[in-house]
């Protein structure tokens, strides 16, 4: 199992707008293939913070949804759309998951 995590640092009066225009991705990303989950969520101590939460079962499949994501943004760009709030900054972190056991 593949796990990413990250946190999004947004213009605190505009995170909730960011996170509405997340939700659609957000849909499409748990649509695709080796998806388990894909949250984007605020954080409620921080204003300008987005927490970014997925776990994938494959290197392969995060790939997949990276190249996905990409080809959509280009497609969008092509045809004029407009780009949407963009984080001021990001880290995201992967891991890779050698065993597990619920709690």
Known sequence: MII????????????????AQSVEQMRISRSEKGCQEYVLADDPREPGRVILSERWDSREDLYAHVSAITERREAASRRGDEPGLAPLDREI?????TSAESM
């Open 4 to 19: 990413v995590q990250g946190t999004f640092t947004v213009d605190p009066d505009t995170r909730d707008e960011y996170l």
């Open 93 to 97: 972190t992967i891991y890779e998951v």
